[in-house]
């Protein structure tokens, strides 16, 4: 992790890396989360460095109440902080408000006890099934080198097909291929846990063909995936790809890497699978997070509905009325 001048005294800088040790060892948080956590305390030992006259040390932190921390929020969201980005800051520091109790450094329940900002309900924005299937095609990719155009098709189609993160694909080894039957995987998702996730015959058939052409040697413990110079490749790459496909196919700026696993649980849900199903195939830890996707079902069998019914608007302004 990048080091950063923290403002805060000895102590509370030593008991704060302790923390992110422990979520990184012990709790085995996602690195990503970890980097979030990181930056989003540091922001508030800056803020309370202007807040509390110097850098804070442990003293300070115990001495904090509901309002000072409802300050650094109005703070952020000054800076143009969006509510999703201020419920996660706020996490991460009732994380370390907690882990800093649990030392019998402070009492900070009242400071814990502040609500997170509300957060904006919004529906994850799938493709249409004949989208995805362009997305994944291999006929589509259009890079100078044969290898590389195998492997954009074989990550894309793993997004839609196994329903994976970017950095699930991604961390995936050579082993995990290592026959051309393999039907399952085993990925390690959020938090080091691990889950079955299915392999379609056309994502393992993409993934022959890009290990084929692969001008790299991939070992059963390497990364499957490389980037055009050999290194194991970069989540900022198929990115990138997604955007030059949206451009290529006219897709919506919502058509991302991310929106390919939305895809594949929306998909699923829209052909009677089983919602429970879903959750454990896409690694959610609460099935409430799966449910998301009942609104996109809902609201696309709508669409359709006012679409297609030739007395769909009346009956709408009927029920209205």
């Not at 000895?10 to 890396?17: F, S, T």
């Not at 450094?105 to 249409?128: E, M, W």
């Not at 897709?251 to 089983?274: K, N, Q, V, W, Y």
Request: net charge positive; charged share 25%; glycine share 10%.
């Amino acid at each position: 992790m990048q080091q950063f001048l923290i403002p805060a005294k000895d102590d509370l800088h030593k008991a704060r890396a302790d923390w992110l040790k422990t979520l990184s060892r012990e709790r085995r948080m996602a690195p990503l989360t970890v980097e979030a956590y990181e930056r989003d305390t540091r922001q508030f030992l800056q803020f309370l460095t202007g807040h509390c006259g110097g850098p804070p040390g442990i003293a300070d932190i115990e001495g904090l109440r509901p309002a000072d921390l409802r300050a650094f929020l109005a703070w952020r969201r000054a800076d143009g902080a969006g509510a999703r980005t201020l419920g996660r800051g706020l996490a991460g520091i009732r994380s370390l408000l907690r882990f800093l109790e649990r030392r019998g450094l402070v009492n900070a329940a009242g400071a814990v006890a502040l609500r997170s900002p509300r957060q904006p309900k919004s529906l994850p924005k799938p493709l249409t099934a004949d989208d995805a299937r362009r997305v994944v095609s291999a006929e589509v990719q259009s890079a100078e080198e044969p290898w590389i155009a195998a492997r954009n098709a074989a990550v894309l189609t793993l997004l839609y097909g196994s329903g994976l993160r970017i950095s699930e694909a991604l961390g995936l080894s050579g082993e995990d291929f290592s026959g051309n039957g393999a039907q399952t995987l085993r990925v390690t998702g959020k938090g080091g846990k691990t889950r079955l996730v299915p392999v379609l015959p056309v994502a393992a058939a993409a993934v022959a063909e890009y290990r084929r052409l692969c001008p790299y040697h991939v070992g059963p413990k390497e990364r499957l995936f490389r980037g055009a110079r050999g290194g194991p490749l970069d989540p900022a790459i198929v990115q990138r790809e997604m955007r030059r496909l949206r451009s290529a196919l006219a897709l919506p700026e919502t058509a991302t890497p991310h929106a390919l696993r939305h895809s594949f649980a929306t998909h699923l849900l829209a052909r009677g699978g089983d919602l429970r199903a879903i959750q454990e195939l896409l690694g959610h830890a609460s099935l409430s997070t799966t449910q998301v996707y009942t609104g996109v079902d809902a609201a696309r069998l709508l669409d359709i509905y006012d679409a297609a019914h030739p007395r769909a608007r009346t009956a709408t302004l009927r029920q209205l009325s």
